[in-house]
């Protein structure tokens, strides 16, 4: 099955720093590309989709210069987290669409962020 | 948008089938059901798909009744190592991004 990564697995940062974030889809070409957030023991919650090649789409309430989404070729997406603050610590997920009629995700292995 | 109901979390031993219900009340035309599998710290993973009547694979089987407004999810013979959440998504490429997860269920499985 096609495959998704992210990097890297686990960060820790200092408050005020920025982290970035990759997913990379390993055999297939991604035109769309998803992050979530997770809290503990919480289900992923949608934070926006990445378009190769356009601006990003946030759901309500995700702050757009906060969470800065570049999807700049067909197989990677990147999710900067700037000015990190602690209460931005949580486990980001991405996934990806090979865009079939299934609708299909692939996810990556997740990414645990720590600001102190 | 098909919004999903699953209990919250259900028990079960070593060895016994476990069977996951989903609702699915609004489900669309074109509307697939994908079941995901989530152990703690890691990305969800697939465990199986299907669009009407049954599907099985090697590690579950999907059975969805004709009207497609619930789907449940069968896990035979349960091992410790099956102790995870488990999401049932529905949608369609077209609408990918509106694969939203509901609360999942948490299945714990005792030895």
């Known amino acids: 099955g096609a495959v998704v990564s992210q990097h890297p697995s686990r960060v820790i940062c200092k408050s005020g720093t920025s982290v970035k974030i990759e997913c990379r889809s390993l055999d297939f070409q991604a035109t769309t590309m998803f992050w979530y957030r997770q809290f503990p023991k919480k289900s992923l919650m949608l934070m926006a989709t990445s378009n190769e090649g356009s601006k990003a789409t946030y759901e309500q309430g995700v702050e757009k210069d906060k969470f800065l989404i570049n999807h700049a070729s067909l197989t990677l997406s990147t999710l900067t987290v700037t000015s990190a603050h602690p209460e931005d610590s949580s486990f980001y997920i991405c996934?990806?669409?090979?865009?079939?009629?299934?609708?299909?995700?692939?996810f990556g292995e997740g990414s645990r962020l720590t600001v102190l | 948008l098909a919004k999903t109901t699953q209990p919250i979390s259900m028990d079960s031993y070593e060895g016994q089938e476990v069977n996951i219900t989903c609702s699915h009340n609004?489900?669309?035309?074109?509307?697939?059901i994908t079941w995901y599998q989530q152990f703690p710290s890691q990305g969800p993973r697939f465990i199986i798909q299907?669009?009407?009547t049954k599907v099985t694979n090697e590690v579950a089987s999907l059975f969805i009744p004709a009207d497609r407004k619930s789907s449940t999810l069968s896990l035979p013979r349960v091992s410790l190592s099956d102790t995870a959440v488990y999401y049932c998504?529905?949608?369609?490429?077209?609408?990918?991004?509106?694969?939203?997860f509901g609360s999942g269920t948490q299945l714990t499985v005792l030895p």
């Open positions: 299907g669009y009407k």
């Open positions: 998504l529905v949608g369609d490429s077209g609408s990918a991004r509106q694969l939203t």
């Open positions: 996934s990806a669409s090979t865009g079939d009629d299934t609708g299909e995700l692939f």
């Open positions: 609004n489900i669309a035309t074109n509307d697939y």
